[in-house]
């Protein structure tokens, strides 16, 4: 009985094997090479090439324009430096069955300059580049763009049909003019920012050697907040990764209009051009006051003698007397005064710590306060203490010392959008024109 059974199922078996029905008309192989041709056939077939966008594991972002040809070669430009930008460059390139249709440049180009493992090349880590790829793999494909994402690094890349303007500037150099416009309007027009038809201040600027823009901005709350958002060159100007939407403010493109020689966005069909200050942009009606969050959030004014041209000149004289103090009257130690930190490890007390230089040495010359907001919402500081290094620099340091201890001490929000930082505009009671900036941190340095 045993037996027949066995047999029987053997027999039912084979049946199943023979009634299956394939799934699919063509091999496995035959339609991944469909599908190779078909991505194939669509990077070749863009009749005026492509823009494409990548944004790099490190920062920033980066614009290409790339024209595929069915010989395998393709053209490309990129906003990368200006020489790519001006000339054009050959390379080849193929689409492969990897473990998923993949295109591949390969051989060296102007989009390995980003993941070139020598920091020479991109500034990026030794050994790392800018963590960007030259192998993509194809993700999504629609009528009006193809996006791909890079097979180690995992770099987003999108790929955009170019008219055939775009084409045409593009190989005559357009980017480069776009990257020298920026550099020519940005340096000669500082703290740059843009107002809306409510009168509220939105400081933005771009950092070309990380490539990233930064905006500030007030939340519905009144509270600062800044955005650091990768952005590359385009035809028309500068173009941020992705849409910018804040309360008020909404664009992903900055323009230049070459007759008012400026640049503008498009807000709710509304053209704003930027304007620029001579000095950084305050929040005066930023909630909380600044003084009321040091401690909680925010740990930390960093003052960097490196940008003392923005502080006033009475500071920066005050500054000055200290430091050729310490190396007068402390010579014997061969000392050079150097930052300023303030430390807020909480609401009531504060650390204000004077950094000296012995060769490559640094010390800390740490006096301590209790701290107090005033009743006109000044900053109050109660000597109770100091350190060694600073019982041994006291004298020499007074000028310094007197300027935070002699009187409240106003402190108010400013954006620094050169360096894309929050900074603290401190200056006493009695001389609102006797002030400093310092760099706002949320943690202790």
């Known amino acids: 009985m045993a037996l027949y059974l066995i047999a029987a ?139 791909l994402e890079g097979i180690k690094n995992n770099t987003p890349i999108t790929f955009v049909p170019a008219s055939a303007a775009e084409r045409e500037g ?18 000669a027009n500082s703290n740059p920012f843009l107002t809306t038809s409510g009168n509220t201040v939105f400081p933005v600027g771009i950092n070309d050697a990380t490539k990233i823009l930064t905006l500030f901005y007030l939340d519905e709350d009144l509270g600062i907040q800044k955005l650091n958002l990768p952005f590359s060159y385009s035809a028309g100007g500068i173009l941020v990764q992705k849409n910018i939407s804040v309360p008020g403010l909404s664009f992903q493109e900055m323009l230049y209009d070459a007759n008012q020689e400026n640049y503008y966005v498009i807000n709710n069909d509304q053209k704003l051009f930027l304007q620029h200050s001579s000095s950084f942009i305050s929040f005066p009606q930023a909630l909380p006051p600044l003084v009321q969050v040091l401690g909680t959030q925010y740990k930390t004014i960093f003052i960097d003698p490196a940008l003392s041209s923005n502080n006033s000149a009475a500071f920066n004289s005050i500054y000055d007397e200290a430091a050729q103090k310490v190396e007068v009257e ?47 919402g000044r900053l109050d500081f109660s000597f109770t203490g100091m350190n060694e290094n600073a019982e041994l620099a006291r004298n020499s340091l007074l000028p310094l010392v007197n300027y935070f201890e002699n009187e409240p001490l106003t402190m108010e929000y400013y954006a620094d959008t050169n360096v894309g930082e929050l900074l603290a505009g401190v200056s006493p009671q009695s001389e609102e024109d006797n002030y400093f900036y310092g760099i706002l941190l949320e943690e202790t340095f």
């Open 9 to 147: 199922l053997m027999l039912f078996s084979v049946s199943c094997r023979n009634e299956y029905e394939p799934v699919f008309d063509e091999p496995a192989n035959e339609r991944v090479e469909a599908v190779v041709d078909e991505y194939r056939n669509r990077l070749i077939n863009a009749s005026d090439g492509w823009k494409a966008f990548i944004y790099p594991g490190s920062e920033g972002g980066y614009m290409f324009f790339f024209e595929f040809n069915a010989d395998g070669t393709v053209t490309m430009v990129s906003d990368f430096n200006d020489s790519t930008a001006e000339q054009p460059m050959d390379g080849t390139f193929a689409v492969k069955a990897l473990q998923r249709p993949t295109l591949v440049f390969d051989t060296y180009s102007y989009i390995h300059l980003l993941s070139d493992p020598d920091g020479i090349v991109n500034n990026g880590p030794v050994g790392q580049g800018l963590e960007s790829d030259f192998e993509f793999a194809f993700t999504h494909a629609s009528a009006d763009s193809v996006t």
């Open 330 to 376: 402390m010579a014997a130690y061969d000392l050079t005064l150097g930052e300023v930190i303030l430390t807020f490890e909480s609401p009531g007390s504060a650390i204000i710590s004077y950094i000296v230089y012995q060769n490559n040495n640094d010390f800390a010359c740490n006096f301590y306060y209790d701290i107090a907001v005033t009743q006109a």
């Open 170 to 187: 593009f190989l005559a150099g357009t980017i480069k003019d776009s990257r020298n416009t920026a550099s020519v309007y940005f340096a």
